[in-house]
């Protein structure tokens, strides 16, 4: 049970060390120390932004801390890789951890908002980033669709477009942001539109248990290239294999025209209730890489599944 300072917290940046200064950012690893913390926000009247990521930070996530900094005077960002997630064939090892660079990217956004104190802007003030001890605490996480341990289920929801090709990924996101809505207690939490099969369950799950908390969904940011960003695909931009691409094998998954509540397919549109045009592809490894092309994930193995979506909206 502990907390540290990311003030004085020592990060190794090109090949030196340095800390990141100024203002601080709690981090903790612990739930007791986290809810101390969140208690004296409350005593003091303070309103709690709540953005749960993954790590390997990208502009998408950042839009989210900003818009939860507007609406909130503090704002908690978790960092926790969650392995129920991962089905029993995909790569959780794979994932991209980018912690010092995370941490980069989250004191500069509080360098900004500290120079917008007087507008009302919040900051980020704390990092949680527990172990998977901390998170699954009696038994260790499971990807196994039938495996023992505490899940929280969200049907039929979860067994729709991607939970059809992913049969415990949702399962996984709705127990461990239960989990961490419970640790964290936000007045509202932030998620992207271009998880917007998420955003629905998440909607649906803070609903059925009587979560107290707001859910707010944030637009989809796209590359140049418009392609929805996300943590894997941000990984492989930088690399910039624009040539590797042309010549990787692409397989479509689903293409869907669904309800925007029920996620239902549709035949037609209900103009008054619009839809969800939703999709997935995954990307494979090149067969035969040259030098420098890793066009996948874990040194250019491991496939890179990409999903966006375009809401329809309803006419006026």
């Known amino acids: 049970m502990w907390t540290r300072r990311v003030s004085t917290l020592p990060i190794r940046l090109a090949g030196h060390r340095r800390c990141l200064s100024q203002s601080a950012i709690a981090v903790f690893r612990d739930v007791p120390p986290l809810r101390q913390y969140r208690?004296?926000?409350?005593?003091?009247?303070?309103?709690?932004?709540?953005?749960?990521?993954?790590?390997?930070?990208?502009?998408?996530?950042?839009s989210l801390i900003r818009q939860a900094a507007q609406e909130n005077t503090d704002v908690v960002v978790s960092i926790y890789v969650n392995p129920t997630q991962f089905g029993v064939n995909e790569d959780l090892d794979s994932y991209p951890r980018t912690w010092n660079e995370d941490l980069e990217k989250i004191q500069a956004l509080n360098t900004e908002f500290e120079s917008k104190l007087s507008t009302g802007s919040g900051r980020v003030t704390a990092i949680?980033?527990?172990t998977t001890k901390v998170v699954y605490p009696t038994l260790p996480p499971t990807s196994e669709l039938n495996g023992n341990g505490s899940f929280v289920t969200i049907t039929p929801l979860a067994t729709k477009l991607e939970g059809a090709s992913?049969?415990?990924f949702f399962r996984g996101v709705a127990t461990a942001c239960t989990k961490l809505f419970n640790m964290v207690t936000p007045d509202r939490v932030y998620f992207g539109q271009k998880d917007v099969q998420q955003s629905i369950i998440i909607k649906r799950m803070v609903q059925d248990f009587h979560i107290d908390t707001e859910v707010?969904?944030?637009?989809?940011?796209?590359?140049p290239d418009g392609l929805a960003m996300s943590s894997p695909q941000s990984t492989l931009a930088e690399q910039e294999l624009l040539p590797a691409?042309?010549?990787?094998?692409?397989?479509?998954?689903?293409?869907?025209?669904a309800d925007p509540e029920s996620l239902e397919e549709l035949d037609h549109v209900d103009e008054s209730k619009g839809a969800v045009l939703s999709g997935a592809v995954k990307m494979y490894p090149l067969e035969e890489p040259q030098e420098g092309e890793d066009c996948g994930l874990g040194g250019g193995k491991v496939p890179v599944r990409l999903i966006d979506n375009t809401i329809l909206q309803p006419s006026s």
């Open 39 to 62: 208690r004296g926000l409350l005593l003091s009247g303070r309103t709690v932004g709540f953005v749960p990521t993954m790590g390997a930070l990208h502009d998408g996530h950042i």
């Open 166 to 168: 992913r049969p415990v």
């Open 245 to 257: 691409y042309k010549r990787a094998r692409f397989e479509v998954d689903y293409i869907s025209l």
């Open 128 to 130: 949680f980033a527990p």
């Open 216 to 223: 707010r969904v944030g637009p989809t940011l796209r590359e």
